[in-house]
């Protein structure tokens, strides 16, 4: 196991309580326009409109609403192949470099957001059966993979304080 201090259960317990909210939302709303959907199908011959539109919009929305929430655990999915190769100082090392790595990316993800929510602004982009505006998931995207990074930032800062203050 790792001897780098983890802050105890959460860095942030409201934050992760109001994550975990938001991110059961569309899972909630997925289960019951599915059901509503086949019942309406099958029993009355009418599909909800534009379901799988929805469905859609709140399918990216479970990924992104539950992706600060993960990254605030530290729960992503990680490979430990290398992390007997580090001991002492080498850990702090390691975690902050995948730290960096991981803010990079979602750093990165961010801004393509960002510059296709901006996109979906000027074309005023929408779904085609229900008209939804692209730039309302869009930007709601960005917002989480934006809050993910910042996460990620914290994570790197915290790690980078323990490094400084270990002997």
């Not at 899972?27 to 326009?33: D, G, P, R, Y």
């Not at 539950?66 to 001991?87: C, E, K, M, W, Y």
């Not at 993979?145 to 930032?153: F, N, R």
Request: hydrophobic residues 50%; charged residues 15%; neutral net charge.
């Amino acid at each position: 196991m790792s001897d780098i201090p983890t802050p105890s259960p959460s860095p942030a317990p409201a934050l992760e309580r109001a994550l975990s909210w938001l991110s059961a939302l569309p899972v909630a709303l997925i289960v019951t326009l599915t059901f509503a959907d086949v019942l309406g199908r099958y029993l009355l011959s009418s599909p909800v409109r534009g379901s799988m539109e929805i469905i859609e919009f709140a399918m990216a929305l479970v990924v992104f609403t539950a992706l600060p929430l993960v990254t605030l655990q530290r729960g992503h999915v990680s490979v430990s192949l290398i992390d007997n190769l580090f001991t002492g100082k080498g850990r702090y090392i390691k975690r902050m470099l995948c730290d960096a790595v991981s803010a990079l990316a979602l750093g990165l993800l961010s801004w393509r957001l960002c510059l296709q929510s901006m996109d979906d602004l000027q074309t005023r982009a929408a779904t085609v059966v229900l008209g939804l505006p692209n730039a309302a998931l869009s930007l709601t995207l960005t917002f989480f993979a934006g809050l993910s990074t910042v996460v990620v930032l914290m994570h790197l800062f915290q790690t980078c304080r323990a490094f400084g203050s270990h002997e």
